[in-house]
């Protein structure tokens, strides 16, 4: 029998005869309890308690994790959401969907090329820019694990190719030979480059953009948020010229070349811009259907623009500039 509970309660049987039988009786209680439970331990008790309730907490957790997680992972695919970026092969249009999260591939019908994940930091969780791999597959920009991605064919897994060196990857060109990717980093506030096959990025020059493009000469375009709109880059020296001053776009995000001039997004201002060399610009294409254009590509004939306040891809005829909508409802 436990020694110290028996001390403590027979000497508080001072008090008055009233309390004297109330104790007695209690304990009396008590100690009948403990003697059929095979044990006085209070601390054993305790122990074994809290011992059961750890292990129960901990399956619960474990259970809920893996319940949340395969719901995540399993959940239906969704419609489109918040097409961001651009590329276009042959007759195949790829389509970076920001709250998919994931890549659209439209050809007769859209279907999905490959789909990211609700997890946050996982891969592919916010992919911001695309453009082809001069291989197979896909190039994507993913800002939630600070990563290029390499996806090869549907539903391939997504190969990452910086080890996660950079920061926010708002852009991505590749080399007209092939062999090197260039990024623009919001983050770091400067243009990177790597090979082709992945590895560790290096600076190019401190240009912030948000577009990138090469001309038939090799040089690399970009528009910026910065006090020069457009900039030009040498990348065999690094260096850089302003060619579009002034801003004349209200919020720009996009930007292909063709040719001898190039073409700028401008989301605020509802519009697409043409620029030349010499820094002129002019409105190319403004209003309907664009709501609020951003990514940017282009082919021989056409123009695509991703505008996510549409939901939609639009295909402009160089042309005649007669738009159509590029996105047919998702494969079931």
Known sequence: MNKSFLIVTFSHLRCSPRLRQDLLCFAAFAICGLLSAGSLSPAAAQDATAQDTAQATGQQTAETQA????????????????????????????????????????????????????????????????????????????????????????????????????????????????????????????TFK???????????????ARGLAFDSDGKLWAVTPDAAAVKRIDVASGKVEDIVTGRPFQYPNGLCWAGDHGYVTDGYGKCIWKFTPDGKTEKWHEGEPLVGPVGIAITDKSIFVADPKQKEVYEFDRESKTPKARLAPAAK
């Not at 539903?155 to 090197?180: F, H, R």
């Not at 790597?194 to 912030?208: D, F, I, M, W």
Request: glycine letters at 8%.
């Open 194 to 208: 790597l090979p082709v096959e992945g590895g560790k990025p290096e600076l190019v020059a401190r240009v912030n």
């Open 67 to 190: 319940a949340e997680t395969q719901a995540a992972e399993t959940q239906p695919i969704p419609a489109l959401a918040y097409p961001l970026a651009v590329t276009v092969s042959g007759d195949d249009v790829y389509t970076v969907d920001l709250d998919l999260p994931g890549v659209w591939k439209t050809s007769d019908s859209t279907a999905l090329f490959a789909q990211g994940t609700k997890l946050l930091r996982k891969p592919m969780n916010r992919p911001r820019c695309v453009v082809m791999h001069p291989a197979r597959g896909i190039l994507v920009g993913d800002t939630a694990t600070r990563e290029i991605y390499w996806i090869e064919s549907e539903g391939a897994e997504p190969k990452p190719l910086t080890n996660g060196y950079l920061g926010v990857v708002m852009a991505l060109v590749v080399s007209p030979d092939g062999k090197t990717i260039y990024a623009g980093d919001a983050e770091k506030r400067a």
